[in-house]
């Protein structure tokens, strides 16, 4: 969500409740200029005690203010795809039987041509987890 589609949403939640800027900054101890340069989207940048007081006067719901603090922070939502973790568990069938086996991956210890570890049978050196 982009400053000028954050500072809509800030406008519908406050005429939601029938309030005009003045009230919100009001409630929110906020200078109303603030709240205009906000749903103008020509503030760029949020002070974290800034959204707090906007949602404390909001009356925001826990998951209201989750989704209005990401909505804050410009992100898109294809942006917020989560990545894959270097130490994620893998699981590999086994060479000796046909359960599988779960096993970290993690960086070897060792130098070389022994750069990751990933089947158990693969790693008996020291210096491997």
Known sequence: MNRQEFGQLLAALRQDLDWTQFQLSEYA????????????????????????????ALQLTTLERREFFLASSGLEQRQLVRQASTATTTYIPSLQNSEPVARDIKSCAM???H???VWRCHCSKSGCD
Request: glycine letters at 6%; proline letters at 6%.
């Open 29 to 56: 101890r906020v200078d109303e200029a603030v709240i205009s340069q906000i749903e103008r989207g020509v503030k760029k940048f949020f002070e974290p005690e800034l959204l707090f007081n906007l949602a404390n």
């Open 111 to 113: 130098p070389g041509v």
């Open 115 to 117: 750069q990751r570890c």
